[in-house]
Each structure stands twice: as C-alpha cells, then as structure tokens.
C-alpha cells in the first residue's frame, strides 16, 4: 500500500534547474528518512542526497554539493529535491525513497520502500 511517486523531471540544458517532488503515501510520513537516489544507464543506483525525518539533518553526495538542495514538507506528505547549476552528468533517472529510520544513510539497502522513477536529461 505503500507509494511513493515522483515527479518534476525533464529534460534541461545545462546550468539549468528542476525541481523534483516525491508524494508518500500508505506510511507515516514524519517518520522515515527520505532519500533521492540516481541511476544512469549502466551504473550503479548512487546515493544523491537524504534528510532526516524532523528536516534538521541532511546528507548529499560530493558530486551535487552547492547545487542541490533536499527538503521536505511532513504535512504534504512530500520530499523535494532541488537542483540547480545541472550538468549532463546529472543525467539519470532519480528516484525517492523512505527508510524507517531515524539516522540518515547513503546506502540504499537500507531504504524500505522506493518510487518509480522520473527521468532527469541534461543537454550540453
């Protein structure tokens, strides 16, 4: 019963932004960690950023650092994933996903449930 459906990808040109949303629902929201992960064709699924379930603490991966900004709204129900200054390597299908948990991981076997997907394309 559990779902979670992202939204706000598309293709960008470089040095562009998106916003990325991700709506639960079937869990109690305020009590996961959120996470956003990525996979590009022929990689591995990477770690992009998490937060806490109060919002204090968040984690992102080097790569994304300065640009990207993880949020999320506990009375929407809603983990958002900023993303400013895109470049083509940024260029994956991201996905969200909660891990009951209180301490944030970059690992995602440790992430209980996961969405679907949205692509995110950036031209150079």
């Known amino acids: 019963q559990v779902q979670l459906v992202e939204s706000g990808g598309g293709l960008v040109q470089a040095g562009g932004s998106l916003r990325l949303s991700c709506a639960a629902s079937?869990?109690?929201?305020?009590?996961?960690?959120m996470g956003w992960f990525r996979q590009a064709p022929g990689k591995e699924r990477e770690f992009v950023a998490a937060?806490?379930?109060?919002?204090?603490?968040?984690l992102y991966t080097d790569p994304v650092k300065g640009r990207f900004t993880i949020s999320r709204d506990n009375a929407k129900n809603t983990v958002y994933l900023q993303m400013n200054g895109l470049k083509p390597e940024d260029t994956a299908v991201y996905y969200c996903?909660?891990?009951?948990?209180?301490?944030?991981?970059?690992?995602?076997?440790?992430?209980?449930?996961w969405g679907q997907g949205t692509q995110v394309s950036v031209s150079s």
């Open positions: 996903a909660a891990d009951y948990a209180i301490v944030v991981v970059p690992i995602p076997g440790e992430y209980d449930h």
């Open positions: 079937g869990l109690t929201f305020s009590r996961y960690v």
């Open positions: 937060i806490n379930r109060s919002g204090a603490n968040t």
